[in-house]
């Protein structure tokens, strides 16, 4: 039905901006312990509420639209792939609420190095996201699976930035609670990373009605 | 709204019209049917009594009565039935549910339809040639029991038609489809379901064959008959004779005409009296085919 | 995990009305013991097939048959002009859209099956006609009126009853024609009920227009279009991922 196609189109238009809303949260949330900004760590911590409320709305949206248009096939697999997706989002909304909290709490002592890995953890981790939900509109196979792929890259950044600040605690105790706090930032961005690969694994479910989830790319 | 209640008061004018109109002529018809009955009733009650029943008919017209003429009526109309209906109903359901919906059936269908037309009379010369002379069954109740049986043969073979027309579809598809034959099917449900149909054509012929009087006398039914026919149980083997169907008989509207073609006014109301007799006898039998019919329409409601 | 055997085997098909050529290279495979579905938009075929199953075609003129259903084990092509009508439609029983029990009593709807076979011995009557009446979830409702008409019966109630009437011959397989399309949402999911547990005793195809009802009871099911299967496949399949875009296309309502 027309009005069917109407309230499908809308959804995902909500979850684009839903979508658009983490994307800016995980950059502003570094930014903000980059360049000291505490108002825009202030922001970012609101936000999530803006994100934890269109986590609502839009599965409230799903729900009626199972029992109200019985979807089938294509529209099913859509409506199941977006409540999963906004779940993984409203985590990723938490997850850079979080950094912008370490962030409030660094910013008021001297760094202990300059930022190098962690911003470029932050590149890999907003460009998944950004190319999955461009996968997800785009019903895009390839870009999902690419996504999927980089996850293990920045695998490999957080274990590099724990092992270094490991050794730098052990040479200057006194940087101890700065260096965790920046331990939890990389884990922080890591598993975003991971709820990115969520989304794109729910992309080739959504295109191929293959559930991906827990196994081996054999690609 | 004024506009709307002024065209509804105008329909409700011509309504109204109309069912006066439709009354009126029902009244008219009724009225006319009544008054009929009436003046024969006025004219020939006095005659009707246990001896008027039970007499041969006789110059003298006190004497007269009609128990040839009753009695050639039933054993005609016997034959007629036993020669009719088997044969009109089996054509009829070889029709509809055998024989294969091509254009020699159309015409078929055609000309029964058109034979139900055909002016009685006209079924007199061909009895008469047929039965009277060529099977030399001369004229006795047998050729007056096939004639009037040729004469309501198309009507019977269209009320079982129509009858059986009337099952819908799915009844057969029904029964077919649990793995009947076609005669099972007929047997268990094409014909029980029609039957209401059936009996109700029969008793409307068998209500028009008791009144014919053009081709009984054309097949020679005799106007003065003192004498009944041969009784079918004799007192010897095989106890049951044929004979009575090779007798000469009258039948009643034959003895009502003669007697209303005598001069003598008690012969007027003895011919009343008889056409009481035989408008009771038409009401009785078309009253048995209306209820039939409802009987059958309570059972079975498609 | 279950067994499944094929029931029958329908092997390029093709169905003439007259010279019109209405079911076009037909090819399915029917699973023993469960409910295969025929779905598709109006005239695309489903009933016309449904009824070769039965030779219902045989009853009316210019309808031809080529190719064959071969009903198993014994590998009998049952559309092949050698086999009687008659002993297909003693094996394949149908439940037609609109119930049409006979104007007899409940009783004598139940054993017409058997009467036709000659089983008249009134004990053996009784007995299948109870079965059978249990088999369709309806004898509580008329173990008391038996007796009666069917016509006092209620829709959703005529309709089980001609079921049971299609089961008291013990068909291999059973015909399901729209069955629902003429009750009351009650009565429909009263016989859905049946048909899912009946599964369990006779294979049955059924046709609907009602893709919801194909979703619910069916284990496979066929989509048709102008006379050709467009895509058979288990259900759950069917109505999740479908291949062709003709099926998701019918099956999400944009066409049909």
């Known amino acids: 039905m027309a009005i069917f196609d109407d309230e499908l189109i809308k959804l995902k238009e909500k979850i684009l901006e839903m979508g658009a809303l983490v994307e800016n949260s995980i950059k502003d949330s570094i930014k903000s312990l980059i360049e000291k900004d505490n108002e825009l760590a202030k922001e970012v911590i609101q936000r999530d509420h803006i994100v934890n409320a269109f986590d609502v709305e839009i599965d409230e949206e799903c729900i009626r639209l199972i029992a109200q248009r019985q979807p089938k096939a294509g529209d099913l697999r859509f409506i199941v792939t977006a409540m999963k997706i906004i779940n993984d989002m409203e985590r990723m909304g938490d997850l850079a609420a979080n950094i912008a909290e370490r962030a409030l709490e660094l910013n008021k002592e001297p760094n202990i190095k300059p930022y190098i890995d962690i911003p470029r953890m932050r590149d890999i981790a907003h460009g998944m996201t950004r190319d999955a939900l461009d996968a997800f509109v785009n019903k895009d196979k390839r870009l999902a699976m690419d996504v ?24 200057d105790p006194n940087i101890i609670c700065r260096a965790m706090r920046i331990t939890f930032i990389a884990q922080y961005l890591e598993r975003f990373a991971d709820h990115a690969t969520n989304i794109a694994e729910m992309v080739i479910y959504l295109v191929e009605g293959k559930i991906i989830r827990h196994t081996t790319m054999p690609e | 709204m004024e506009d709307i209640r002024r065209r509804i008061r105008y329909n409700k004018f011509w309504n109204y019209i109309f069912m006066i109109a439709g009354l009126t002529a029902t009244f008219v018809g009724l009225f006319l049917l009544a008054v009929l009955f009436i003046d024969l009733f006025i004219d020939g009650s006095e005659r009707l009594t246990y001896k008027f029943l039970t007499s041969f008919p006789s110059r003298f017209p006190a004497e007269a009565g009609i128990l040839s003429a009753w009695v050639g009526s039933f054993l005609l109309l016997f034959v007629t039935a036993l020669s009719a209906i088997p044969l009109g109903v089996a054509a009829g359901i070889y029709l509809e549910e055998y024989a294969q919906k091509n254009w020699l059936t159309n015409i078929i269908e055609i000309n029964i339809a058109n034979l139900a037309g055909v002016p009685s009379i006209v079924y007199g010369l061909l009895a008469l040639g047929l039965f009277v002379y060529f099977f030399e069954f001369g004229e006795s109740i047998l050729t007056g029991g096939l004639t009037l049986a040729l004469l309501i043969l198309p009507m019977v073979i269209m009320a079982t038609r129509e009858a059986i027309r009337a099952i819908p579809n799915s009844m057969r598809e029904a029964s077919y489809a649990l793995g009947a034959t076609k005669w099972q099917t007929v047997h268990w449900h094409i014909f029980p379901y029609s039957l209401g149909g059936i009996l109700t054509g029969i008793i409307i012929g068998l209500s028009r064959a008791i009144g014919e009087t053009a081709p009984i006398i054309t097949v020679g039914a005799l106007t003065f008959i003192a004498f009944l026919p041969t009784p079918p149980i004799t007192s010897e083997f095989p106890f049951i004779s044929f004979k009575w169907l090779m007798d000469p008989f009258t039948v009643m509207p034959i003895q009502m005409f003669n007697w209303v073609s005598r001069p003598q006014v008690e012969f007027q109301i003895n011919a009343a009296a008889a056409g009481i007799i035989l408008m009771i006898m038409t009401l009785i039998m078309n009253g048995i085919a209306i209820h039939i019919r409802y009987k059958f329409r309570k059972k079975i409601k498609w | 995990m279950v067994n499944e055997n094929k029931k029958a085997e329908v092997k390029n098909l093709n169905f003439y009305y007259g010279s019109n050529l209405t079911l076009k290279n037909v090819n399915l495979s029917i699973i023993e013991k469960k409910v295969t579905a025929l779905i598709g938009p109006s005239g695309c075929g489903k009933t016309t097939f449904l009824r070769c199953f039965n030779r219902m075609h045989d009853l009316y003129p210019h309808n031809r048959y080529e190719g064959e259903i071969i009903l198993l084990p014994e590998n009998v092509n049952i559309i092949s002009s050698a086999i009687d009508p008659i002993e297909v439609r003693m094996r394949i029983s149908m439940v037609f859209q609109k119930p049409n029990p006979f104007p007899k009593t409940i009783f004598e709807n139940v054993a017409y099956g058997m009467r036709v076979r000659g089983i008249n011995n009134k004990s053996i009557l009784y007995e299948t006609v109870e079965k059978s009446l249990r088999s369709a979830a309806l004898w509580d409702e008329v173990k008391d009126r038996i007796d009666k008409p069917a016509f006092d019966l209620s829709g959703g109630q005529q309709q089980r009853l001609c079921i049971a009437r299609a089961l008291a011959t013990t068909p291999e397989i059973l015909l399901f024609d729209e069955p629902t399309s003429a009750l009351d949402p009650i009565a429909t999911s009263k ?26 009871v069916s284990e496979h099911t066929a989509f048709m279009y102008i006379g050709e299967i467009i895509e058979y496949g288990k259900t759950d399949r069917i109505f999740t991922t479908p291949s062709e875009k003709l099926t998701e296309d019918y099956i999400t309502g944009r066409f049909g």
């Open chain 3, 191 to 216: 016989i859905e009920e049946l048909i899912v547990e009946l599964k369990n005793e006779v294979t049955i195809i059924i046709v609907t227009h009602n893709m919801q009802q194909a979703a619910r």
């Open chain 1, 148 to 171: 999927i792929m980089r996850d293990d890259e920045i695998d490999d950044l957080k274990h590099a930035v724990i092992s270094e600040l490991l050794y730098l605690m052990l040479e």
